[in-house]
């Protein structure tokens, strides 16, 4: 069946260094790929996306690129905030239009 | 923000009593999905729907059942609450515009069985 693992939290990072979270996932077909964020008492909001191998999604300073031969969609920033404080979930879309998330991986960035 | 609301946001219920939450909508999207969420679980899927009247089982949909009479509105019921079931829920809306398309979700409903 299809699953996501990603990286067990939490992730103490300092303001201005280099984030990577690691999703990897299992699937048949060609799932669509999200990263989605959390910030304490809220929903989840989406953060990117890629739909086909080899591209990137991109947002707010974040990168993730579908990697096929890996099965692989890592979450990185060249330089966290403390805003970025959150927990990130890694998520796939399958054929059958389910949605599947990870566990979670909660990120606190200290000043 | 999505046009998508959860109710109750909170309830506090005794075992054994059925519970319903219920999921409302206003973007007239085709999917609707409920997770609850646990520590070190993250998200698990319990039901989905893919149409009015049309519904599939996720990951953890044993105590669940599920009703979709209109697009607008997805129920989750809890035939028979059990402590196991305490957690927060969460309800997401997508429309049916490809792969890629994102899912929306609502606040949350934080559930205590005691």
Known sequence: ?111 | DAGITQSPRHKVTETGTPVTLRCHQTENHRYMYWYRQDPGHGLRLIHYSYGVKDTDKGEVSDGYSVSRSKTEDFLLTLESATSSQTSVYFCAIRGDYGGGTEAFFGQGTRLTVV
């Open chain 1, 1 to 111: 069946g299809n699953s996501v693992t990603q990286m067990e939290g939490p992730v103490t990072l300092s303001e201005e260094a280099f984030l990577t979270i690691n999703c990897t996932y299992t699937a048949t077909g060609y799932p669509s790929l999200f990263w989605y964020v959390q910030y304490p008492g809220e929903g989840l909001q989406l953060l990117l996306k890629a739909t086909k191998a080899d591209d990137k999604g991109s947002n707010k300073g974040f990168e993730a690129t579908y990697r096929k031969e890996t099965t692989s969609f890592h979450l990185e920033k060249g330089s966290v905030q403390v805003s970025d404080s959150a927990v990130y979930f890694c998520a796939l879309k399958s054929s059958a239009s389910k949605i599947i998330f990870g566990s979670g991986t909660r990120l606190s960035i200290r000043p």
